[in-house]
């Protein structure tokens, strides 16, 4: 199944939106919060990239999920590191 999110972010403390070798992205951060969520790797697809620095007050990001994996735990709190 797909999923859009709609989604802003203070881009202040991530090297864009991207995911990089050299620093965090959003996208790595969202990817890491639903595999906890999901207990499967999940790819995300962007609708556009920001730089480093960069805040986005609309972002549209893409998820596939399978469907079997929709079944989770709303107690699990995420934070990041």
């Known amino acids: 199944m797909r999923y859009f999110f709609h989604i802003g972010y203070s881009g202040t403390h991530y090297k864009g939106w991207q995911r990089h ?3 965090v992205g959003v996208q790595q951060v969202i990817e890491d919060c639903l ?3 999901l207990k499967q790797p999940v790819a995300i697809v962007g ?3 920001t730089d480093a620095g960069v805040h986005a007050s609309q972002f549209f990001p ?7 994996c929709l ?3 709303t107690q699990l709190y995420l934070q990041h590191e």
């Open 71 to 73: 079944f989770f735990s």
């Open 21 to 23: 070798p050299y620093g």
């Open 47 to 49: 609708c556009g990239r």
């Open 35 to 37: 595999k906890k969520i």
């Open 62 to 68: 893409l998820a596939r999920v399978c469907s079997s």
